[in-house]
C-alpha cells in the first residue's frame, strides 16, 4: 500500500533528476495510453499527474517520492504524432539518455492499450530497450473498456509479438485506472523489490 506520494521535480535533463539514493520505477508508453491516470490510481491520488484526454500532455520527467522509500517517474508518450519532428527527436533523446544512465532504475513499466493489436512504436520502443538492457515489465492498461474475453486475447497477441523480442516472455499486469483492478499486483511487485 501506498501512504504519501510527493511530486518533487520535473526535468528535461536527467542530470538534474534527483540524486539516485532510492529504487525508481519509471511509467512509459504511448501518448494517451493511460500513464498519468495509473500514476494517480497506484497512488490513490486524483491530483498527482495531470491527466488530459489530448496527447501529448506529460512532456517531461517527472519524479515523485513515495513513502520516503522510492521515486515514481512519470514520463512523456513516445510515438505521438501531432507534435513537430524536432521536438519529437528531443523527446526521444531525453527519455533514452534518462533510461540508460539513471543507475537506480529498478524497473520501467511499459504501458500497452488492451484494446489494441501490436502496434509497431511499441514493438520499436520494446526492442531498443531489450538491446540497451533496460528492465521492463509491461503493463495492459484500460482494460475496463472491454470483456476480459477481449483483453485476454489482445494481451496473448502482444506476449507473442513481445518473446520475439526478449526470447521469453516478459513479466506484465493488467490494470484499470478506472475500476483500480491490478493495483494491488503492481503495487505489491514494486515494494518487494524495494525490500531488498
Ligand atoms: P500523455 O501524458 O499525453 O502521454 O498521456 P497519458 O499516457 O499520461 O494518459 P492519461 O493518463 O492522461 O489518459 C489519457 C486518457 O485516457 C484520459 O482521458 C483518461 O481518462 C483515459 N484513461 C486512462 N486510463 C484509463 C482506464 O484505465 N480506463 C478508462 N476507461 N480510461 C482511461
Ligand atoms: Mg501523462
Redesign the pocket.
Known amino acids: 500500500m501506498i501512504k504519501t506520494a510527493t511530486f518533487l521535480i520535473s526535468n528535461t535533463d536527467h542530470e538534474k533528476c534527483p540524486a539516485p539514493n532510492k529504487p525508481e520505477f519509471a511509467?512509459i508508453?504511448?501518448?494517451?495510453?493511460?500513464?498519468?491516470?495509473?500514476?494517480?490510481?497506484l497512488t490513490n491520488n486524483k491530483k498527482l499527474?495531470?491527466?488530459?484526454?489530448?496527447?501529448?500532455?506529460?512532456?517531461l520527467i517527472n519524479h515523485f517520492d513515495i513513502d520516503g522509500k522510492w521515486y515514481m517517474v512519470?514520463l512523456?508518450?513516445y510515438g505521438?504524432a501531432k507534435v513537430s519532428k524536432s521536438l519529437k527527436a528531443d523527446w526521444d533523446k531525453m527519455i533514452k539518455s534518462y533510461l540508460t544512465s539513471r543507475e537506480n532504475l529498478v524497473a520501467v513499466f511499459v504501458?500497452i492499450d488492451s484494446r489494441l493489436d501490436p502496434q509497431n512504436p511499441d514493438l520499436e520502443f520494446l526492442t531498443w530497450c531489450g538491446k540497451n538492457g533496460v528492465p521492463v515489465v509491461i503493463i495492459f492498461?484500460?482494460?475496463?473498456?472491454q470483456s476480459k474475453t477481449k483483453t485476454h486475447a489482445s494481451v496473448d497477441k502482444f506476449l507473442n509479438a513481445s518473446e520475439a523480442i526478449f526470447q521469453e516472455a516478459p513479466l506484465y499486469f493488467i490494470?484499470?485506472?478506472?475500476?483500480a483492478?491490478g493495483k494491488k499486483d503492481v503495487v505489491s511487485f514494486i515494494e518487494e523489490q524495494v525490500k531488498e
Open positions: 511509467f508508453g504511448r501518448s494517451n495510453v493511460g500513464k498519468s491516470s495509473l500514476i494517480n490510481m499527474a495531470k491527466i488530459s484526454g489530448t496527447p501529448g500532455k506529460t512532456q512519470d512523456p508518450g505521438f504501458l492498461t484500460k482494460a475496463d473498456k490494470t484499470s485506472a478506472e475500476t483492478d
